[in-house]
């Protein structure tokens, strides 16, 4: 039978953890969070953080500035809760007006507050691991993209077996693909990046032991793409038509990349969406959180 990977349980396991880790600690930790603009999405995202910061015991700042700060201003904004010791984590909610650097403005976040891990100091320790050769004591510390350490974490709590293992990744996003690409590689599985000039993706999909699915297609990973054993980990959410109300009101539901209902006829393992990746998310950048607290100290 296949086993659902059930990342709302894991995430709720974690937060009793995190819960007990905070509530010994005499400052909180605080996580900054500026806003640009006013995109629902984020107004929704940031929400959520929000909401499980309460409930681990952290706090959060939601800073919302106007989509027309400047660049400059922003750095310089960025700047000043980099110097505040109250503040222990920083995330900039993206996505940001194109009139704003995002590379820049990612590179003045310190990186010891870089809880997205999209600083090129945190970006290169994880282009550097696994150090291999290289004293324990001396390995840098850094922090990674929460959905990349959310989709390793869920994974290996399931113990799901990552040493040798072939692995697919589809999509290669800063934030999602070649993060989980370079984690899992230090994780000593063989990975595979696809993107939309692969050619046989269904083909692909079958030669590998791990599909992670990060494209944001709805369907994208189906039967033709499945055999059995293969564990499944569903990245995508895509909003489809779900069906119309009485009112004939069409309503919209979440699903993710995969074909969850053929999939689960097939595979070993499979993380659902909702209920999979998206809470395993929030965790891990409250885990980022709590190690930016320490490698502050
Ligand atoms: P993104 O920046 O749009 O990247 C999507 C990637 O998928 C790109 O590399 C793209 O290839 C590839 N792709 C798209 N269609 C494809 C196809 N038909 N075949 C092969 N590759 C294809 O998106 P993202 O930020 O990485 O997010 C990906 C998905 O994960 C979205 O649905 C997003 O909502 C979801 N997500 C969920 C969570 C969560 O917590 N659950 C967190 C983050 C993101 P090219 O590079 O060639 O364009």
Redesign the pocket.
Known sequence: MVKILDGKKLSGEIAVELTSKIAKLKIKPVLAIIQIGNNPESNSYIGRKKAYGEKIGAKVHHFALPNSISNNSLIKFIKELNERKDIHGIIVQLPIPKTLNKYEIMEAIDYKKDVDGLNSKNTNILYESPFENLDPKKIPKGLVP??AK?IVTLLKKNNIALVGKKVLV????????KPTALLLTAENATVTI?????IN?PKLAKENDIIIS????AG?IGKNCLRKGQVIID????AVAGPKTLEEVTKYKMV??VDFEAAKKIVSAISP?PG???????TSLFENLFEAYNLQK
């Open positions: 929460a959905t959310g589809v999509g290669r996003s800063v934030l999602v693909g696809a993107h939309k000039h692969t993706l990060a494209a944001g297609k994208l990245v995508g959410t895509n993710g990349d969406v999979g990746v998206g809470p395993m998310t929030v």
